[in-house]
């Protein structure tokens, strides 16, 4: 059971546009910055977003993040072959002392 | 390019200690404002935030392991490292160091991660 709570999966066929949700509450999302990781199988997480929305030298504006109270979302628009992964949020919990993140959710392209 | 490097032994026993070392490569461990974390991940499923360290020494674990958690720096090898003890087989996982920007705190590096086995 993760601290964060995304959907398992998401999908969509090439070109279109998919969102990921990721809920929590006011000791983390509510109080402190989002960051997003997509994982390829077999490979470690790569950073997406950061800050909430900020992208990382290298990541496509394809991907966007947004943040509002104690939610967060992940948008890609233009899906592609290659955006088929695992993606993963997380967040600073002032409660635990800790990074907590998402179950995580395999993104599919039909 | 800061890379990061896990070692260690693949397979551990049941009870006994499972013992991590990160190796820094193309930065210093010591410059910067950036905290050296653990995170694994069981085979199919999420990710799980073990702890991390400062630079200084300060550390920071997740509640539901520090009883059995200590991670250390060692900043004339550049590495840090985790020894994780009473292991089960619900520690069998891949294991991630990483690097996490202190203020932002969000994880800009990563290792390729390491496979651990707990098996008599």
């Known amino acids: 059971q993760s601290v964060l709570t995304q959907p398992p999966s998401a999908s969509g066929t090439p070109g279109q546009r998919v969102t990921i949700s990721c809920s929590g509450s006011s000791s983390n999302i509510g109080s402190n910055t989002v960051s997003w990781y997509r994982q390829l199988p077999g490979t470690a997480p790569k950073l997406l977003i950061y800050?909430?929305?900020q992208r990382p030298s290298g990541v496509p504006d394809r991907f966007s993040g947004s943040k509002s109270a104690t939610s967060a979302s992940l948008a890609i628009s233009g899906l592609q072959s290659e955006d088929e992964a695992d993606y993963y949020c997380a967040a600073w919990d002032d409660s635990l002392n800790g990074v907590v993140f998402g179950g995580g959710t395999k993104v599919t392209v039909l | 390019q800061v890379q990061l490097q896990e070692s260690g032994p693949g397979l551990v026993k049941p009870s006994q200690t499972l013992s991590l070392i990160c190796t820094v490569s193309?930065?210093?461990?010591?410059?910067?404002?950036?905290?050296w974390s653990w995170i694994r991940q069981p085979a199919g499923k999420g990710l799980e935030w073990i702890g991390r360290i400062y630079t200084s020494g300060s550390t920071n674990y997740n509640p539901s392991l520090k009883s059995r958690v200590t991670i250390l720096v060692d900043t004339s090898k550049n590495q840090f490292s985790l020894k994780l003890s009473s292991v089960t087989a619900a520690d069998t996982a891949v294991y991630y160091c990483a690097r996490e920007r202190g203020l932002s705190r969000f994880f800009d590096y990563w290792g390729q991660g390491t496979l651990v086995t707990v098996s008599s």
């Open positions: 800050s909430n929305n």
């Open positions: 193309g930065g210093s461990i010591s410059s910067g404002n950036y905290y």
